[in-house]
């Protein structure tokens, strides 16, 4: 029978009989370690609903003792052994014996006040680094209170990296104009985090994207001269022409990115960091032109790479890149820096991680692989993808011999999806780098109970399971792109026809039963009468079976029409009941967003919903009818 401990530990054996917890929990301990408080916090806090409580002990009968002891464990591992003397808990060091913590905090939690079955556990990670990437780029930046909430969840899965994407939402001093209206984090706020993360034994690692994903800063007319293409062009993550990258050959390039290594560096602990380098789509277009006709486009790339590394190297941190780009041509990443940690990224279920894993390998590259949530690009999330993309990465970590995983959570065209979307992912992910057997058959786990116990906190929450309804109604439609659902692009997109190779096995059929999906999953989110932290997610998720069922309206009117006739063509009285029925989810927008997040980039996310407004009542411009709602 499958435990559910969360991730699973390696060894676990069940005797019979139980401990039972005392009103007074007598605690003592010979570990001198920083995270001990956060360690203890997490079991005090499992005590609480049981009325139990923690007390140093002062008579030398401790009921709970905690060390810390190599005990023949690697680094990060620890022995929990409850029995019906007492509670022991050793930690192979101190990151061991919070993680050693945050397994007896859910076994107290899981017995809800009854005796602790009696245990012996010895457990350790497959993958010794347990990341989680978060975008606050596009367009969200989420609140300190959003941030601390979310480090304190991560930790009980022993999650121990976070990075979160930053391409401009960092307060850089003298750089006003790109961050003035994104809300951005501070010097003081990351420093605040940092603390945070070090007390419950997560690094987190500053990320600043330096090549391509740079348009937010080269819109300017300021940074406008440093990029490959200064007049612009089209790329995937806009809808107008703009620049997007660096010019490789420029060192006024490089002189930026020393400012801005400068300002962010000192206000992390972590040693690391992630400079990105992905998705340079213009390289070789503008000004590097003759650059790349001499040497070709990937060598380019790489002189690029190394200046950027010799920057990192010289402030006495290590680099992170993606590897999407070097990977084009595989026989130069010999070449890269032999400290360099590539980061080897893919989101789709049958991504080829083993065979790109294998290829750093080779080479002696120490490489993370990275896989998705699945959520963006969605509005619900892709379960059954996420679930098999990020066993997949796990397998092919383990077994091309990565340092860890780190699983990514994007925010592509207006950040529509809520945070709990992600959950899924998040959890999986951990479980899965933590523990690989987990991996071995994704989709069997009891995934609603194990997001009602330890994403939302009560085995009785309700939320998992129409929260995975709403993640794999998408399955329904016929539709079967890659890296989002026609269901958010009817929404996102609407200004484009239904030829679109998105859209293909589309069907009416198909869209009436997954409206039928989500009309089920919503019924299951009905509000209650709390205003906490799960209330806070039905409302969240009602919201988005709103423009789930929208979706499938607009997608049936726009079928029944033709796969060519545009949104304002449709028959007058349909596009006034779909407007009716949008006007409140544009209104909601608002609510939802700011409940988590601050409020630069919600005007741009809303926008897209407003411009499907503006198409229903019939205009042809851009201009929205529900910009009141703003």
């Known amino acids: 029978m499958p435990t559910p401990l969360w991730p699973p530990p390696r060894r676990i054996e069940l005797h019979e009989g139980s401990f039972q917890l005392p009103p007074t929990v007598a605690w003592d301990t010979a570990a001198d370690a920083s995270t001990l408080p956060a360690a203890m916090e997490r079991v005090a806090a499992a005590l609480r609903p049981s009325g139990a409580r923690l007390a140093r002990d002062e008579t030398g009968d401790a009921t709970l003792r905690f060390a810390i002891d190599p005990i023949g464990l690697p680094v990060q591992g620890y022995r929990l052994i409850v029995s ?16 050693g913590a945050c397994t007896l905090a859910q076994w107290i939690a899981l017995a809800a006040g009854e005796g602790i079955p009696l245990a012996r556990i010895e457990d350790w990670p497959d993958l010794p680094h347990r990341g989680v990437m978060l975008d606050v780029s596009r367009d969200k930046v989420p609140t300190m209170a959003t941030l601390h909430a979310l480090v304190d969840r991560l930790a009980s899965w022993k999650v121990n990296q976070l990075q979160l994407y930053t391409e401009h939402t960092f307060a850089y001093e003298g750089h006003e104009e790109v961050w003035r209206d994104a809300s951005p984090l501070t010097a003081e706020e990351v420093r605040e985090l940092d603390a945070h993360c070090r007390a419950v034994a997560i690094e987190l690692v500053p990320n600043q994207n330096s090549f391509g994903h740079f348009h937010r800063w080269l819109v300017h007319e300021r940074y406008r001269p440093l990029a490959e293409v200064p007049e612009g062009l089209e790329h995937p993550f806009g809808e107008r022409r703009e620049p997007f990258s660096l010019c490789p050959v420029d060192p006024r390039c490089l002189e930026l990115l020393a400012d801005l290594y400068d300002q962010l560096l000192p206000n992390f602990a972590s040693r690391q960091l992630n400079v990105g380098l992905d998705e340079t789509f213009d390289l070789g277009k503008g000004c590097s032109a003759a650059a790349v006709a001499e040497k070709g486009r990937i060598r380019v790339y790489l002189e690029f790479l190394q200046q950027v590394h010799r920057l990192v190297a010289e402030r006495s941190h290590r680099m992170q890149f993606w590897g999407d780009i070097i990977l084009e041509q595989p026989d130069l990443i010999p070449e890269l820096p032999a400290e360099a940690i590539a980061l080897e990224w893919g989101y789709e279920a049958d991504h080829p991680f083993l065979e790109h894993a294998q290829r750093f390998a080779a080479s002696g590259l120490d490489f993370m692989v990275c896989p998705g949530t699945s959520s963006w690009n969605s509005l619900a999330g892709r379960a059954d993808n996420a679930l098999r993309n990020l066993g997949t990465a796990a397998v092919a970590g383990r077994d091309a011999g990565a340092l860890g995983c780190l699983i990514t959570d994007w925010g592509d065209f207006g950040h529509l999806q809520p945070l709990p979307v992600s959950y899924l992912g998040f959890l999986a992910g951990a479980g899965f780098a933590w523990n690989v057997e987990a991996a071995a058959a994704p989709l069997d786990h009891l995934w609603a109970r194990l997001l009602d116990l330890h994403a939302f906190d009560d085995a009785d929450a309700g939320i998992g399971a129409p929260l ?91 079928l029944a029409a033709g796969r060519t006739m545009p949104v304002q063509g449709l028959a007058a009285e349909t596009r006034a009941a779909l407007l009716a029925e949008l006007e409140p989810l544009v209104a909601e927008h608002r609510h939802v967003w700011l409940a988590r997040n601050r409020p630069g980039g919600r005007a741009d996310s809303v926008e897209r919903l407003e411009r499907l407004a503006a198409l229903l009542a019939g205009g042809a411009t851009g201009e929205s009818a529900a910009s009141n709602a703003r």
């Open 468 to 558: 995975l309804a709403l993640a794999d109604a998408y399955l329904g439609t016929g539709a079967r792109q890659k890296n989002g659902t026609a269901l958010f692009y009817l929404l996102a997109f609407p200004q484009q026809d239904l030829t679109q190779r998105r859209y293909a096995g589309l069907s009416e059929d198909g869209l009436a039963s997954t409206e039928r999906i989500v009309d089920g999953a919503a019924a299951s989110l009905q509000p209650g009468d709390g205003d906490g932290e799960r209330e806070l997610v039905r409302r969240e998720l009602r919201w988005v079976a709103g423009l789930l069922r929208l979706a499938c309206r607009l997608g049936r009117a726009r």
């Open 84 to 99: 019906a003397a007492g509670i022991e808990l050793t930690g192979a060091s101190e990151a061991g014996l919070f993680h």
